[in-house]
RNA sequence: UGGGGAGUCGCCAAGUGGUAAGGCAGCGGCCUUUGGAGCCGCCAUUCCUAGGUUCGAAUCCUAGCUCCCCAGCCA
């Protein structure tokens, strides 16, 4: 074990234990360019999103990539905010997506901006005009859809295709100076308007937008359109590898095209496949629909699939890089189960959690022949993976709490934990054995009554051996907690699976989150926000920001492997 | 229908003419004071289909089939 898995808070990509390192085509052709010294065999690459959402699973894959393949070959990586379209971002976005970089464990080279770049943009953009390459064309947005033609036909030529290099100057400066309204023209790159690649059908370079940058505030009113903004900016960069998502590679002509037209450093494109799961949805404007019409509260809803809501349910960065780190690069579209991503989040949440004891559902019990007023002290292990976590005491007394699901009245086939007249082993405590059950005018069941073992004590000489052991906490010791549980998002694998009419907002799962009033054990006091816990023999949960002093609050993050669960289900 | 991309186990994925890695899931078993964790074992005679080349094909050729992307002044 290397110094970094010990670190019980890793926060860097180093400690990522599964090989980052894994062979994909795209490391392929790294090594390569390295071996035929393409670039002098130094590699770049860039992380470039765009701020108009948060950052979700699917760009984590993406962040790995890029920063984990320039890292292993010595090379750099930029991050840089493809904000070319004022109308839909926004700082706050810019501020949280370099949170959630870091936060994953990366640190960029340098921090750049689209808009960093747009006067080189409008140079290069009046340089193509003079080569004849580019003109302002003045169709609404409705006929330069017409003229474009479809899959099968060709497009016309606008009829202002063939204004003279003079009046395509004096038109296009006019229009970086605010006197045209938004919409009336738009600078185009004078192609092919019968290429079978749509994108080459004289694609639009400008918009006039008149509208407040919130980078460059009101200095523009002409706005450059993705295609003639990215691969520019990437060969400002020199970024040599260029990662994108497959729906790009009809672009990557274009990117070429623009880059040899201006004879600029030969960035080049590789398009790989976007991340999909099951019970997610992935689109950044369907993830701000759901926060906008409030259907969860807010990006970092512990539901959601962006990096805030995964940090805030207690996933880690380690577990995110872990998983990632396990998917495959290539080209096939395909959608990984969401189990993939569980098993690495209880991977590490296994190695690194504390383990402590909580009642999620409560039941009261009294041990009839235990001293009233003593109380124990039992010793109890922080972290049976991790000698070094220690031990802790937890008080022991005559009336406990058990989880409501730890006893049943009539035991169906294989439950081995209480019923009436049956035994089982208190954690860290006795065998207690069920004499009488109590319930209150409705027939609910609100007491048990038990007897004790007192030669049973862990620890002790007793070799008496039970079928179970189950988790308690005192009653009188124990501290109420909120507990937040919760289920996928969605009810279908595939939330965009819907009937005529609906959207995916259908889908949603009604259940997904659930509040219990539970009862935890003493030593969770003092515990913070972002503290991680095993809720032992329930699962992993994390402290939520919203404890407050006398409050507390966690989320589940997940579920432990249920054995029992799995059996119950196939008896059904 | 034009162009581009892709089809290997339930899911992801190695493999690039020499006789189908691995992970997740699943299924058995061991162990266990977490029905947790861990450990052991099983899990594609076959690679979208059909022909062909070859001593030999997932890999080469031919013809089909299926899926994804492109007709934003979004990225």
Redesign the pocket.
Known sequence: MNAAESNPTPTEAESTTESAT????IR?IMIADIESGKHGGRIQTRF???P?GYLHIGHAKAICLDFGLAKEFGGKTNLRF????P??EDTEYVEAIKADVQWLGFQWDGLFY?SDYFQQLYDWAVQLIKADKAYV?????D???EY?????EPGKDSPYRNRSVEENLDLFERMKNGEFP?????LRAKIDMAS????FRD??MY???HMEHHQTGNEWCI?????Y??GQSDSIEQVTHSMCT???????PLYNWFIEQLGIFPSQQY?F?RLNL?YTIMSK?KLLKLVQDKLVNGWDDPRMPTLSGMRRRGYTPEAIRNFCA????????????L??L???V??DL??HSL?VAAVLKPLKVMLTNYPDDLVEEMDA?N???DASAGTRKVPFSKTLYIEQDDFREVPPP????LSPGKEV??????IIKCEEVIKDADGNIVELRCTYDPE?????P?TR?V?????WVSAAHALDAEVRMYDTLFTKENPEEVEEGQDFTANLNPNSLEVLTSKVEPSLLDAVAGDRY?F???GYFCVDPNTAPGKLVFNKTIG????????EQ?GK
Request: aromatic share 10%; charged share 30%.
């Open positions: 894994k062979s994909n085509f392929d470039p999103p765009e108009n493809d904000d070319t379209n109308s839909k689209a064309c003045d169709l609404t947005a006929q330069t859809r474009r033609g479809t899959l099968t938004d919409g009336s023209r738009t079978s690649n749509l994108n694609p639009v918009r006039i937008l706005y450059p359109m993705y295609d903004a990215h497959l729906e790009f590679d009809n672009n990557r398009e496949d099951t404007r396990s998917l495959g690069v290539s080209k096939t579209n395909g959608t990984t189960q189990q993939q569980e098993y690495y209880r991977e296994n190695k383990r292990v972290n049976p993976e294989k439950f081995y934990r082993r208190l954690r860290y405590g006795y049973t004590r862990s620890g002790g007793s051996k079928k179970a052991t189950i988790h095993q032992e023999r329930m432990l492997k249920d054995t029992w669960a799995k059996i196939r």
